[in-house]
């Protein structure tokens, strides 16, 4: 029987290089397009964009790049600062990268003559995910297959380190309360620090092996959710350690696991990139089944629409987004 559940991407945006990552700002810039920034083999292009579901008068996607940053090396992280700002002049757009060299750049950029980026070094081995200070912006957490989770300012100091007891492979911060930081390892654990501490203050247990990602639903933070082995693992903080709820989701282990930041139950995770089955999925807290599997061969990345239930990833050349219908 044909599954009516599998799609192709609802809009599909060419690119100049294979994408290795894809990241939405979460952030509101105070502008109707939504920023997206998406890393490639040597360069950062950041785009806004908008979407026919915001306006009837766009067929389909406008897509509209507005600076292609040259990089140098493959990027494998972006994280968005909270002051990009394109309505207010001048325009600010703030950024930080994590690369193959295992250095973290720091972007800013007017959208006009200014472009200045910052190296931070410190890190020992390949940098998995990298998050901004989400009030003010003015710090940068990192984590690293080195077992160490940084903390750094703009000016490139590093100022709290932790030793992990594996690879860290996701980092969240809390959305209002900036002294909790969470960050997921590849063996499985999950803790949340207290930056003022400096002490672990909660751990999750995933039960299995490999951890590969993780999220903190930020719109309700009581829920976390991972993929860990070929199961998709979610927790509610308040009531146990251990998961509240398990899935098989993917045939070839799980790449990436992101909650939607429009809808508190609604979540996407991938496969391995090239793998067999290794499609993108999304799933509904209310559903035993995913509610649409994607059919495009998955690349790499995965990010939300902040306001949309809209998911993109990226592919060979390509980005690729899947609206929900709910």
């Known amino acids: 029987m044909p599954d009516d559940t599998i799609r192709s991407a609802t809009y599909t945006v060419p690119c100049e290089d294979y994408v290795h990552v894809v990241e939405f700002s979460p952030y509101d810039c105070g502008s109707p397009a939504s920023l997206l920034a998406y890393g490639g083999n040597q360069h950062v292009v950041v785009a806004a964009c908008r979407f ?12 509209n790049t507005l600076q292609v940053f040259m990089h140098g090396v493959r ?57 901004f200070e989400p009030i003010e912006g003015k710090q ?6 080195d077992h160490t989770c940084r903390v750094w300012d703009l000016d490139g100091n590093e100022t709290i380190s932790f030793t992990l007891r594996s690879p860290g492979v996701s980092i969240c911060w809390h959305p209002e309360e900036t002294f909790k930081l969470m960050v997921a390892e590849k063996k499985g654990t999950i803790r949340f620090y207290d930056l003022v501490t400096q002490h672990a203050i909660l751990s999750l247990d995933s039960g299995q092996v490999p951890l590969m990602s993780a999220d903190w639903c930020l719109t309700n933070t009581v829920k976390v959710g991972a993929v860990a082995g070929n199961d998709w693992v979610i927790w509610d903080i308040t009531r146990s350690s251990y998961p509240l709820e398990k ?26 990139p090239g793998k067999i089955n290794s499609q993108l999925l999304v799933h509904h807290l209310g559903h035993p089944q995913p509610v649409m599997t ?17 998911c993109v990833i990226g592919g060979d050349r390509k980005l690729f987004f899947w609206m929900t219908e709910m």
């Not at 026919?52 to 897509?63: L, N, Y």
């Not at 972007?107 to 003559?113: A, F």
């Not at 940068?140 to 297959?145: G, K, N, R």
């Open 294 to 310: 994607g059919s495009a061969s998955v690349g790499a990345g995965l990010s939300w629409h902040r306001t949309l239930p809209l």
């Open 75 to 131: 990027v494998d992280a972006i994280a968005w600062s909270p002051e990009t700002r394109l309505d207010k002049l001048p325009q600010v757009i703030r950024f930080c990268t994590a690369a193959a060299d295992k250095k973290l750049r720091l972007w800013t950029s007017d959208l006009q003559n200014k472009h200045e980026s910052k190296v931070m070094e410190g890190h020992t081995s390949y940098i998995n995910q990298l998050v």
């Open 52 to 63: 026919k579901e915001e306006d009837t008068e766009i067929e389909g996607v406008d897509f």
């Open 140 to 145: 940068i957490a990192s984590v690293s297959d």
């Open 247 to 272: 899935r098989p989701a993917h045939f070839d282990r799980g790449r990436h696991f992101r909650w939607s930041r429009a809808q508190e139950n609604l979540f996407a995770t991938t496969g391995y």
